[in-house]
């Protein structure tokens, strides 16, 4: 293996992608940060030129179609996205042996399987176009013959772009009562702990040889009520009043998993990595948002 390896990062302005820029600003490695304007990934030309001129040795794609609502009536735009381009960075990356780091969803799975922790061979059931199409996107690498590490993560949060901790930081501190499900358990990640997990791989050449699918996100679990319980307790927001509801007083055309904590065993046995405890993540993005303002 080259002692200086090229990375392509795509999706770069978002929140991952984002946070890989901060992961891999000391990197003895070149870094290749993309986005659309740079890089059109639904192009199989363009990721083609882009992965042989560069001769790329690893691609983290962190590009994605996030809006779960929206991808139900947005489907075409979401396959494209979530599959079509995933299938060109496979052939691209196999094509010049390089590896692939896709990041995947916990929405692979649906429906209730009770209160177990979800196993990286449990079968996908998607109960929605993001999770299918997401699913679509895995299935491609798979058909491919690409050398590939599959992330799976879940309820991504960060300093960057639109996410729950961003809004109910703003809400909790204007509104006097909020509403917010209980009855949807699952564990927040901070993304710049995924993307320090992802550079140290890189950095320490932990990737060749452990192709497959891995878990990830931060330790514990609670629900959207307790995740936001914590924000506006962190940030001192005590005059909102938050309060407990089901589900089903917020409609919606997508069945979100009702209990989708992911297993990160796998993960740690095989990269050796500590995975950080969800409310100590949250005070150091909190602490960090806080310090930006000011």
Known sequence: MKDKLNILVTGANGQLGNCMRNAAHDSRDNYIF??????DITDSEAVRKVVLENDVDVIVNCAAYTNVDKAESDRDFAELLNATAVRNLAAAARENDATLIHISTDYVFGGNNGNTPRG???PA???GVYGLTKLHGEQ??????VKALIFRTAWLYSEFGKNFVK??????ATKPGL??????????????DLA????????????GGNEGIYHYSNEGVCSWYDFTKAIA????????????????????SVTRPSYSVLDKTKFKHTFGLRVPYWTDSLRVCLKNLKENEA
């Open 34 to 39: 993309t986005d659309v304007a740079e890089l």
């Open 120 to 122: 990286e061979d449990e």
């Open 125 to 127: 059931n998607p109960t």
């Open 140 to 145: 491609e690498i798979a058909a491919s013959g």
């Open 167 to 172: 809004t109910m930081l703003n809400l909790t």
């Open 179 to 192: 509403k917010v499900v209980f009855d949807q358990a699952g564990t927040p990640t901070y993304a710049q």
């Open 196 to 207: 320090d997990a992802i550079y140290d791989i890189i950095e320490n050449r932990k990737f």
């Open 233 to 252: 307790d962190m940030a001192g927001n005590s005059a909102c009043d938050i309060q407990p509801c089901h589900s089903d007083e917020f409609p919606s």
